[in-house]
């Protein structure tokens, strides 16, 4: 079981991470789309019209990825995780099934109207088309972080005579307050991405010298909402994030924190190498108390440690939990200071020509990418080695009768679908990007020599 | 409580293949009935803005299956592993190939993705005929309620049977030949001129083949599954469906000879769905009969539990409802032929 349980637990891993690249992208997008649609409508300007055009192409790319890498994730609930599937899909079934039915067609219905509509739709009904389409995609976050958040904190359940699960309350399990905080920070983190993407287009333009008003539009644009969501993601909802683990799964905060040993005013580490054998932290660069404090507002406040949990309740990846969530938080903090000094400049009228600015918010499109799969994976890892945390164990979720062998052949021909999926992506978008908002004005409109590969 | 979302999941299922399946069928004929650039670019135009919110049923259906009956969803799944991969890889390539198509104007990119898109679609109609042919002739479960079944075995009906034996691999065939038809039907009714000519007449020789293979499949049914003579003949009322099935198939090559393009593949559409509720009544109260009737999985011993089933019914009307809505205003918005002129991408903007 082993090992066929590690390659189940690496298909769903791979294959979620990236479909999660496109998602974040879309909800970010679709976000700034309405304001751009909004812009528009407000100030009469052709110019915010011709801008969302541009991102919807964009949009349409990505969107499409997002979709034929979503499909798999559905499915994969039953083919890899079948007695996972058993034990819980009459409680998460409900979200899953709501957000096909709630979701998804809004969505596909009015993608299409958004995308080829917009002369038969008119100024509002398109406006509307962007609002249905930022709708949808936005509730089917919701409905999948709810999802996760059961898996995190089981609520509105009951055991029945054979040990089943079943729903007992439907509120309960829509309105768990794990999803809420949980919602809110993994959407400010997709609008992080948006505005990074949007702000690194836009700095590209101002620094080649090329669709200087569309270059401003997207750089102010995506720093204003970006240094918003950036400062919302640290506080309240991740600072709220935190507390949540900290009452509720003790053992996942001291592994993310690299904290071995239960201590009064423990400190928080910036830096250090956890070593799991020895448990303790190499290197360390700590704050003194500063876990204390975040986690209990009170700097001398008892930390709970890896040493006061039984070893069998640890999560078992402590070393990749311990980065993912460091990576996160530095990233984040980093988010911050960037879109904060972009916003300071922007004021002072100073960031179109500071090319330094502008060189790193080219570079940072990346980043948030980055910061966002590393948050996921602090959540998924810090599960473990729960599925459902407290109820099942992930070594009692995986389907019984699917060997290793037939799951390594569908991994592999995932990576290499994917692979070949990325390579469309980066060309296609770098395609539209080069191509620019006013395709019919540039001066190479044409052909890239890179389609007749 | 079961019985009523067996038919609910039911009703999701027969939309996905009446939706699905003429875009599935369309590409299944799409080198066929479409020999130039420009030919094609139509085909693709007739499902461009829709074949998104088509699949989208499959999805809302897998949803709804997994809420529903989440046991079958847990054991059907794992058991066809290796086919539902191949299915989702096909899906991915076809919806990619849709999608980027038409993003670049180049001799080497578009008939790459044409044939793409040509390939998955026919794959994707023979894996789903396959399908539907395991659930009918039962699958190996045992007393835990799972199997495996790997792609093929011996291609018999023994213990150890395979996703593809001689049985699913005939239903299979049917399938692509029904979708074809029911492809060839959409194309015809919303293209012009040699498009619309040549896809009324792959749909007419795919309606004889139809006819064969209905006959061939439905006998050997009879003698495969035995729930299904047990059921026609406690509720003889049942035969209204089959019935259904066949006077619609009639009328395909009725309406076919008229010209009629609408009423035919409306004929198309009534023929689908009296053969899949033919199937869904013959095998019920099964939802995934086993080789070893003993081991079948029932709307009972599937289903969750009463009261989320019943908490689904309220939601699960109140999104039909908003679906509907949608469905009728985007394909109100996108009827009448597509265009034949690229300029204004397939609906006449």
């Known amino acids: 079981m082993g090992s066929a349980l590690d390659v189940h637990r690496l298909h769903f891993a791979f294959t979620v991470t990236y479909h999660y690249l496109f998602p974040q992208l879309t909800m970010g997008l679709a976000l700034l789309l309405v304001i751009l649609k909004t812009l528009a409508l407000r100030t009469g300007d052709e110019h915010y019209n011709r801008a969302a055009r541009f991102w919807a192409k964009i949009f349409g790319i990505n969107f499409a990825l997002g979709v034929v890498t979503g499909i798999p994730m559905e499915f994969q609930f039953g083919t890899n995780w079948a007695e996972f599937s058993k034990a819980a899909g009459g409680v998460i079934g409900q979200t899953l099934a709501m957000e096909g039915v709630f979701s998804f067609f809004l969505e596909s219905s009015f993608l299409g109207l958004f995308l080829y509509g ?13 609002f249905f389409v930022f709708l949808g995609s936005w509730m089917s976050g919701y409905l999948i972080v709810a999802t996760n958040a059961w898996m995190q904190h089981p609520t509105g359940y009951r055991l029945n005579a054979s040990g089943g699960i079943e729903l007992a309350s439907y509120w309960r399990l829509i309105l768990n307050p794990w999803a809420l905080w949980q919602y809110a920070h993994n959407m400010l983190g997709a609008v992080q991405t948006g505005c990074f993407v949007m702000a690194a287009v836009g700095a590209f333009y101002l620094l080649t010298k090329r669709d ?19 400062l919302l993601q640290l506080v309240p909802t991740g600072d709220f994030q935190g507390k949540m683990i900290a009452e509720n799964q003790p053992a996942t905060l001291a592994a993310m924190e690299g904290l071995f040993v239960s201590q009064e005013g423990a400190p928080l580490a910036i830096l250090g190498q956890p070593d799991v ?3 303790r932290l190499d290197n360390p660069l700590e704050l003194p108390r500063m876990l204390s404090f975040l986690t209990y507002e009170h700097w001398s406040a008892h930390v709970q440690g890896l040493d006061a949990i039984p070893v069998n309740q640890w999560p078992d990846k402590i070393e990749l939990l311990y980065y993912s969530y460091h990576v996160m938080v530095g990233l984040g903090t980093i988010f911050i200071a960037v879109m904060a000094l972009s916003v300071f400049l922007l004021w002072r009228n100073k960031l179109f020509e500071s090319r330094w600015m502008l060189w790193i918010l080219m570079l940072s499109a990346p980043l948030p990418y980055i910061a966002n799969t590393a948050g996921w994976m602090t959540a998924e890892l810090g599960r473990q080695p729960w599925l459902i945390y407290g109820l099942l164990r992930t070594i009692h979720g995986a389907s019984p009768r699917v060997g290793a062998g037939n799951v390594w052949f569908s991994l592999l021909g995932f990576m290499g679908m994917y692979t070949v999926l990325s390579i469309l992506w980066l060309f296609l978008v770098y395609r539209e990007i080069e191509r620019g908002p006013e395709p019919e004005n540039a001066q190479h409109a044409g052909e890239t020599p890179l389609a007749a590969d | 409580m079961g019985t009523i979302w067996f038919c609910l999941v039911a009703v999701m299922v027969a939309m996905y293949v009446l939706l699905d399946g003429f875009d599935l069928g369309a590409g299944a004929i799409h080198l066929l009935v479409a020999r130039t650039n420009e030919e094609r670019r139509q085909v693709i135009a007739t499902i461009g803005p ?10 809302a259906a897998g949803g709804t299956l997994y809420f529903a009956f989440p046991a079958l969803y847990a054991s059907g799944f794992s058991g066809f592993y290796l086919p539902l991969m191949i299915v989702l890889w096909l899906l991915i390539l076809r919806g990619t190939a849709v999608e980027f198509r038409n993003h670049i104007q180049s001799p080497i990119w578009i008939p790459f993705w044409d044939f793409v898109f040509f390939l998955s679609s026919l794959l994707l109609a023979v894996f789903f005929g396959a399908a539907l042919g395991n659930v009918v002739r039962g699958v190996p479960l045992d007393q835990t309620g799972y199997f ?3 792609l093929w075995t011996n291609f018999r009906l023994g213990a150890h049977t395979g996703i593809l034996d001689w049985f699913t691999i005939l239903v299979g065939v049917q399938a692509l030949l029904a979708l ?32 064969v293979m209905t006959a061939v499949v439905t006998g050997a049914t009879f003698v495969l599954q035995p729930q299904v003579i047990a059921n026609f003949h406690t509720w003889p009322a ?21 010209k009629n393009e609408r009423n035919a593949f409306l004929a198309s559409c009534a023929y689908f769905l009296g053969m899949l509720t033919s199937v869904v009544f013959g095998v019920y109260p099964m939802v995934l009969p086993a080789r070893n009737p003993a081991f079948s999985l029932t709307v009972q011993n599937a289903k969750a539990a009463d009261y989320g089933l019943k908490i689904g019914l309220i939601w699960w009307v109140i999104g039909m409802v908003l679906v509907t809505v949608y469905f009728v205003y985007v394909y109100r918005l996108f009827a009448g032929k597509v265009s034949e002129t690229p300029d204004s991408p397939g609906h006449g903007d």
């Open chain 2, 180 to 211: 074809m038809m029911h492809g060839g039907l959409w194309v015809q009714l919303k293209t012009h001129g040699a498009v619309s000519e040549r896809a009324g007449k792959v749909a007419g020789k795919a309606w004889w083949g139809v006819l």
């Open chain 1, 277 to 279: 054998e020895k448990r």
């Open chain 2, 148 to 150: 495996f079944e790997p």
């Open chain 2, 50 to 59: 829709v074949w998104d919110g088509n699949e989208v049923w499959l999805l």
């Open chain 2, 238 to 258: 049942g035969y209204v469906l089959p019935l259904l099935a066949v006077a619609s198939f009639a009328a395909v090559q009725f309406e076919l000879h008229r």
């Open chain 1, 212 to 230: 200087l008003r569309y270059g401003r539009t997207f750089v102010r644009l995506g720093v204003i909402v970006g240094v918003i969501a950036a």
């Open chain 1, 118 to 130: 917009e002369k038969r739709l008119g100024r509002i009904g398109h406006w509307w088309a962007a």
